[in-house]
Protein backbone atom coordinates (compact mmCIF):
# COMPACT_ATOMS: atom_id res chain seq x y z
CA UNK A 1 0.00 0.00 0.00
CA UNK A 2 1.58 3.39 -0.97
CA UNK A 3 -0.56 5.25 2.03
CA UNK A 4 2.35 3.67 4.72
CA UNK A 5 4.83 4.12 2.24
CA UNK A 6 4.03 7.99 2.46
CA UNK A 7 3.59 7.88 5.42
CA UNK A 8 6.69 6.59 6.44
CA UNK A 9 8.83 9.43 4.68
CA UNK A 10 6.97 11.82 5.57
CA UNK A 11 7.77 11.07 9.16
CA UNK A 12 11.33 10.54 7.99
CA UNK A 13 11.45 14.23 6.59
CA UNK A 14 10.17 15.79 9.29
CA UNK A 15 12.41 14.11 11.67
CA UNK A 16 15.39 15.24 9.53
CA UNK A 17 14.01 19.07 9.57
CA UNK A 18 12.93 19.16 12.99
CA UNK A 19 16.15 17.42 13.92
CA UNK A 20 18.04 19.94 11.81
CA UNK A 21 16.34 23.16 13.18
CA UNK A 22 16.75 21.83 16.82
CA UNK A 23 20.70 21.64 16.27
CA UNK A 24 20.27 25.30 14.77
CA UNK A 25 18.53 26.34 17.80
CA UNK A 26 21.54 25.01 19.70
CA UNK A 27 23.58 27.07 17.95
CA UNK A 28 21.96 30.10 17.49
CA UNK A 29 21.21 30.48 21.21
CA UNK A 30 17.73 30.25 22.18
CA UNK A 31 18.47 32.21 25.44
CA UNK A 32 19.22 35.20 23.75
CA UNK A 33 15.48 34.87 21.77
CA UNK A 34 14.15 34.51 25.05
CA UNK A 35 15.94 38.02 26.27
CA UNK A 36 14.46 39.72 23.61
CA UNK A 37 11.53 41.82 24.49
CA UNK A 38 7.99 41.27 23.84
CA UNK A 39 6.78 42.36 20.41
CA UNK A 40 10.77 43.57 19.79
CA UNK A 41 11.55 44.41 15.90
CA UNK A 42 14.14 42.06 16.08
CA UNK A 43 12.09 39.54 17.46
CA UNK A 44 9.35 40.40 14.71
CA UNK A 45 12.19 40.52 11.99
CA UNK A 46 13.49 36.33 13.27
CA UNK A 47 9.46 35.14 13.05
CA UNK A 48 9.58 36.40 9.27
CA UNK A 49 12.90 34.60 8.36
CA UNK A 50 11.83 31.36 9.82
CA UNK A 51 8.31 31.52 8.16
CA UNK A 52 9.93 32.37 4.91
CA UNK A 53 12.20 29.53 5.57
CA UNK A 54 9.59 27.17 6.75
CA UNK A 55 7.54 27.98 3.36
CA UNK A 56 10.38 26.77 1.30
CA UNK A 57 9.34 29.24 -1.34
CA UNK A 58 5.37 28.12 -1.49
CA UNK A 59 3.93 31.29 -1.25
CA UNK A 60 0.53 29.76 -0.41
CA UNK A 61 2.36 27.92 2.93
CA UNK A 62 4.04 31.52 3.66
CA UNK A 63 0.57 33.33 3.30
CA UNK A 64 -0.45 30.38 5.82
CA UNK A 65 1.86 30.44 8.36
CA UNK A 66 1.32 34.81 8.62
CA UNK A 67 -2.20 33.71 8.79
CA UNK A 68 -1.75 31.79 11.53
CA UNK A 69 0.77 33.89 13.07
CA UNK A 70 -1.47 36.83 13.07
CA UNK A 71 -3.75 35.31 14.57
CA UNK A 72 -2.09 33.52 17.38
CA UNK A 73 0.05 36.70 17.71
CA UNK A 74 1.95 35.07 20.08
CA UNK A 75 5.96 36.23 20.57
CA UNK A 76 9.35 34.39 21.13
CA UNK A 77 9.23 33.61 24.97
CA UNK A 78 5.49 33.27 24.92
CA UNK A 79 4.00 30.43 27.06
CA UNK A 80 0.64 31.45 28.38
CA UNK A 81 -1.43 29.34 30.23
CA UNK A 82 -4.96 27.82 28.96
CA UNK A 83 -7.79 27.23 31.27
CA UNK A 84 -7.34 23.43 30.87
CA UNK A 85 -3.93 23.67 32.42
CA UNK A 86 -2.04 23.58 28.67
CA UNK A 87 0.15 26.38 27.77
CA UNK A 88 0.11 27.89 23.63
CA UNK A 89 3.76 28.42 23.42
CA UNK A 90 6.32 30.78 21.08
CA UNK A 91 5.14 33.42 18.41
CA UNK A 92 2.52 30.54 16.81
CA UNK A 93 1.18 29.27 20.39
CA UNK A 94 1.77 25.58 19.78
CA UNK A 95 -0.31 23.95 22.23
CA UNK A 96 1.98 22.36 24.79
CA UNK A 97 -0.30 19.32 24.97
CA UNK A 98 1.59 18.48 21.61
CA UNK A 99 5.35 18.56 23.30
CA UNK A 100 5.16 15.21 23.91
CA UNK A 101 4.67 13.91 19.94
CA UNK A 102 6.75 16.37 19.06
CA UNK A 103 9.26 14.76 21.48
CA UNK A 104 9.08 11.81 20.24
CA UNK A 105 9.10 12.87 16.24
CA UNK A 106 12.89 14.02 17.04
CA UNK A 107 14.08 12.46 19.32
CA UNK A 108 14.92 14.38 22.10
CA UNK A 109 14.04 15.14 25.92
CA UNK A 110 10.06 16.76 26.41
CA UNK A 111 11.71 20.00 28.54
CA UNK A 112 14.21 20.31 25.99
CA UNK A 113 11.40 20.14 22.95
CA UNK A 114 9.02 22.67 25.16
CA UNK A 115 12.31 25.14 25.38
CA UNK A 116 12.78 25.08 22.09
CA UNK A 117 8.96 25.64 21.27
CA UNK A 118 8.64 28.59 23.40
CA UNK A 119 11.87 30.26 22.71
CA UNK A 120 13.41 29.41 19.36
CA UNK A 121 11.06 31.17 16.33
CA UNK A 122 12.34 28.65 13.96
CA UNK A 123 11.45 25.66 15.69
CA UNK A 124 8.02 26.84 16.50
CA UNK A 125 7.48 27.69 13.24
CA UNK A 126 8.61 24.34 12.06
CA UNK A 127 6.34 22.58 14.29
CA UNK A 128 3.27 24.98 13.37
CA UNK A 129 4.09 23.70 9.81
CA UNK A 130 3.92 20.38 10.59
CA UNK A 131 0.89 20.57 12.56
CA UNK A 132 -1.13 22.56 9.72
CA UNK A 133 -0.09 19.87 7.08
CA UNK A 134 -0.81 17.00 8.79
CA UNK A 135 -4.15 18.09 9.30
CA UNK A 136 -4.46 19.11 5.40
CA UNK A 137 -3.19 16.03 4.98
CA UNK A 138 -6.21 13.98 6.67
CA UNK A 139 -8.42 16.10 6.16
CA UNK A 140 -8.06 16.92 2.72
CA UNK A 141 -9.28 20.47 2.98
CA UNK A 142 -7.32 23.89 3.38
CA UNK A 143 -10.30 25.38 5.77
CA UNK A 144 -10.32 22.28 8.20
CA UNK A 145 -7.30 22.39 8.65
CA UNK A 146 -6.56 26.10 9.92
CA UNK A 147 -9.46 25.13 12.12
CA UNK A 148 -7.81 21.48 13.38
CA UNK A 149 -4.77 23.28 14.23
CA UNK A 150 -6.54 26.06 16.86
CA UNK A 151 -9.18 22.62 18.22
CA UNK A 152 -10.47 19.72 17.57
CA UNK A 153 -14.14 21.23 18.29
CA UNK A 154 -15.98 22.14 15.42
CA UNK A 155 -17.58 25.66 16.79
CA UNK A 156 -14.37 26.70 17.61
CA UNK A 157 -13.05 25.56 14.47
CA UNK A 158 -15.46 27.38 12.37
CA UNK A 159 -14.87 30.93 14.21
CA UNK A 160 -11.19 30.18 14.16
CA UNK A 161 -11.67 29.84 10.01
CA UNK A 162 -13.08 32.95 9.84
CA UNK A 163 -10.93 34.80 12.04
CA UNK A 164 -7.59 33.34 9.51
CA UNK A 165 -9.19 34.19 6.95
CA UNK A 166 -9.81 38.25 7.89
CA UNK A 167 -5.80 37.91 8.83
CA UNK A 168 -5.14 36.63 5.47
CA UNK A 169 -7.04 39.34 3.62
CA UNK A 170 -5.66 42.28 6.09
CA UNK A 171 -2.48 41.42 5.43
CA UNK A 172 -2.50 40.24 1.37
CA UNK A 173 -5.36 41.88 0.02
CA UNK A 174 -8.99 40.54 -1.26
CA UNK A 175 -6.97 38.69 -3.62
CA UNK A 176 -5.53 36.58 -1.67
CA UNK A 177 -8.10 33.77 -2.49
CA UNK A 178 -8.38 34.27 -6.07
CA UNK A 179 -6.77 32.99 -8.96
CA UNK A 180 -4.20 35.04 -10.70
CA UNK A 181 -2.59 35.06 -14.22
CA UNK A 182 0.57 33.04 -13.18
CA UNK A 183 3.90 34.50 -15.39
CA UNK A 184 6.33 31.42 -15.09
CA UNK A 185 5.56 27.47 -15.42
CA UNK A 186 6.63 27.95 -11.28
CA UNK A 187 4.01 30.30 -10.43
CA UNK A 188 1.62 28.52 -12.68
CA UNK A 189 2.49 24.51 -11.38
CA UNK A 190 2.21 26.45 -7.68
CA UNK A 191 -1.25 27.68 -8.85
CA UNK A 192 -2.61 24.16 -9.19
CA UNK A 193 -1.71 22.95 -5.84
CA UNK A 194 -2.07 25.94 -3.43
CA UNK A 195 -5.25 24.86 -1.46
CA UNK A 196 -5.94 28.69 -1.19
CA UNK A 197 -7.78 28.05 -4.37
CA UNK A 198 -10.49 26.33 -2.28
CA UNK A 199 -11.30 30.08 -1.36
CA UNK A 200 -12.94 32.01 1.88
CA UNK A 201 -14.38 29.26 4.67
CA UNK A 202 -18.10 29.56 4.31
Same mark, same amino acid.
Given at each position: ????????????? $????? %?? #? /?? *??? !????????? =???????????????????????????????????????????????????????? $????? %?? #? /?? *??? !????????? =?????????????????????????????????????????????????????????????????????????????????????????
Amino acid at each position: MRLPIARARWRSG $LYALL %SL #V /AG *LAL !LSGSAAAAS =RPVGSATGEREIARCIQFASAGRSWLEKTLWGLRDQEAGWIGAEVPNSNGTHDLGP $LQVNS %SW #V /AK *LSV !LVDRDPGLV =RIWLINDPCFNVQAAKWLFLSGLRTSGSYWEAVGVYHSPTPWRQERYRKNVARRLVSRFGANVFSPFPPRTLSQRRELSSSPLAEGKPQ
